[in-house]
């Protein structure tokens, strides 16, 4: 099987809420992950990403934490937003895997208004 | 700037058939990756090019091949078409072959086999 996964398939949220995306991984030697967030029709936008020697990252709205001890990975948005609305994914690289990501199976995320 | 564009974005073949899809990078990108998208096993690398190289194959069978020109773009052929192939065939490009360059997502080329 995959070496990503994801805890929650679904996710629903009113909006102006925090919303919380979480995703396990299986293989320690990963060192790079991604966010990405795909859009009905659309291909996957990368949102955020972090590099193993990181424990967390920000960027507008959006926040990812890294717990290699669990090997666990979050996505955090603030104050979501009806436009956030969509399947997202994390992404792992295998350390020496040379650009070859991995991805998990993707959780919807609906932002009820 | 223009982002990643494929051609064609649907297709309809049967069983047997092959088929060849294309992929336009964001112009000065020279890695281009493929993904297929399904609802069963999600996005799965297929493989990666730089200039002109295949660098990394994902776990699918011969009947999926690619290449890449002078000028970036690739192509994906799938021979011997199975009901199995059915999906959403994804291009990436990103400037260099750093894992950490940004891949932009073209919108996909949504491929049914009949």
């Known amino acids: 099987g995959e070496s990503v996964g994801l805890h929650l398939p679904t996710l629903s949220v009113q909006e102006g809420d925090n919303s919380i995306i979480n995703c396990a991984y299986s293989?320690?030697?990963?060192?790079?992950f991604i966010w990405y967030k795909q859009e009905s029709g659309k291909g996957p936008q990368f949102i955020i990403d972090?590099?193993?020697?990181?424990d967390k990252r920000q960027g507008q709205r959006v926040t990812v934490l890294l717990n290699k001890t669990v090997k666990h990975l979050s996505l955090q948005i603030a104050a979501t937003q009806p436009g956030d609305s969509a399947v997202y994914f994390c992404?792992?690289?295998?350390?020496?895997?040379?650009?070859?990501?991995?991805f998990g199976k993707g959780t919807l995320l609906t932002v009820n208004p | 700037k223009a982002g990643v564009t494929q051609t064609p974005r649907y297709l309809i073949k049967t069983r047997g058939q092959q088929v060849t899809l294309s992929c336009s990078p964001i112009?000065?990108?020279?890695?281009v990756s493929w993904y297929q998208q399904t609802p069963g096993q999600g996005l799965q690398f297929l493989f990666e090019?730089?200039?002109?190289?295949?660098?990394n194959k994902g776990n699918f069978p011969g009947r999926f091949s690619g290449r890449q020109f002078s000028n970036s773009r690739s192509e994906m052929n799938v021979s011997t078409l199975e009901l199995g192939d059915s999906a959403l065939y994804l291009c990436?490009?990103?400037?260099?072959?750093?894992?950490?360059?940004?891949?932009?997502f073209g919108p996909g080329t949504r491929l049914t086999v009949l």
């Open positions: 990436a490009s990103s400037l260099s072959q750093v894992i950490t360059d940004t891949q932009y």
């Open positions: 293989n320690s030697a990963s060192d790079y």
């Open positions: 972090i590099r193993s020697n990181m």
């Open positions: 992404a792992e690289n295998l350390a020496g895997s040379n650009y070859k990501l991995t």
């Open positions: 112009s000065g990108h020279r890695s």
């Open positions: 090019y730089f200039s002109e190289t295949q660098r």
